[in-house]
């Protein structure tokens, strides 16, 4: 997403915390890389609306703390797919 940062900014900021999203599903949503989400949502957003920035990083708290739960999950599930057999006989 191109255009003006500040706009961009309060755009993300409102997505992530609206849908308790991710940096990377953020980023995903608004065609941009994650740093530039983290930047928009953990410096510009700061000084443009103090009050959004304090719930974006609540919900970005909290995926921090749940990351290692996801990607435990995620695992699992990748090995489970494995080890179903293949229809093709193999």
Request: glycine residues 8%; aromatic residues 4%; proline residues 3%.
């Amino acid at each position: 997403m191109k255009g003006d940062p500040e706009q961009r900014a309060i755009l993300l900021g409102e997505y992530i915390a609206q849908n308790g999203a991710t940096v990377r599903a953020a980023a995903c949503a608004f065609g941009c890389s994650k740093s530039t989400v983290h930047k928009d949502v953990s410096s510009r957003l700061k000084s443009l609306s103090p009050a959004l920035f304090a719930q974006v990083k609540a919900v970005l708290e909290r995926n921090k703390a749940e990351r290692h739960l996801r990607g435990g999950r995620a695992t699992k599930e990748k090995y489970q797919r494995e080890s179903q057999p293949r229809r093709d006989g193999h």
